[in-house]
DNA sequence: ACATTACGAAACCAAATGGTTTCACATCAA
DNA sequence: TTGATGTGAAACCATTTGGTTTCGTAATGT
């Protein structure tokens, strides 16, 4: 049976640092592993193992381009961040509407 | 030199499904340790460590009872979750604004 | 044809993570 | 006072994570 996916989330694909400044980066633009890798401290190497989870999340996608591995942002998946987001949006505009209600009670 | 900023930040915090599964839990109401951790199928000390992540991610808040402790959410810190999916947002608002496009070429 | 470039796989490592069990300590109930 | 309950700290463990260096290979440049 073919494992379909053991994929990472996209929960996990975000929380590290470096992997946000890659989707930053990769929003404006197409670019290949090492220019992409010109911006960090860390090894091409370790850039490239950042991209591969992030692509296992499906944030980005990769296209060969001779001897260059191009990556691009692929913001659908945060949509599923956006909508777990929305369950917890109505408790702090709660907040808000109560804080509002105590000023304007003055 | 007291350490004011929170050691753990909120991406880091929600990556973890059983925190996630927390903050869901804690939305509701407030809720003792051992209470709360009766919902897992992990041990008291486990939860209440997953616990103490989220309070340092500014994510629930602890109060002291008697000899409980009992938390619940504190659903600001999303905010700047919110905040960072808005710069995300537009990409794919424009790749649907491309397809509609595309489609109504037809 | 040969050197250079772009890259991934592999082996390896230290630190962080997510879990456990045990223990000590308050607090509450009898 | 004595016993049960609620909890956190500590010590420990296995796995995952984020990084490295080295090496092989395919594509490109000269």
Redesign the pocket.
């Known amino acids: 049976m073919a494992d379909i996916s053991p994929k990472?989330d996209v929960f996990?694909a975000i929380?590290?640092p470096?992997?946000r400044e890659l989707l930053s980066l990769l929003s404006d633009q197409e670019m290949?592993?090492?220019?992409?890798?010109e911006h960090?401290?860390?090894?091409?190497?370790?850039?490239?193992?950042?991209?591969?989870?992030l692509a296992d999340a499906g944030l980005v996608s990769?296209r060969?381009?001779?001897?260059?591995?191009?990556y691009k942002l692929q913001p659908e998946p945060l949509m599923e961040l956006k909508q777990w987001l929305s369950y917890y949006e109505r408790f702090w505009d709660n907040k808000l509407a109560k804080l509002k209600k105590f000023v304007e009670a003055d």
């Open positions: 990472h996990q929380a590290d470096t992997r290949s592993v090492t220019i992409i890798s960090f401290p860390i090894s091409r190497t370790a850039v490239s193992k950042h991209l591969h989870v990769e060969k381009v001779g001897r260059e591995t191009r």
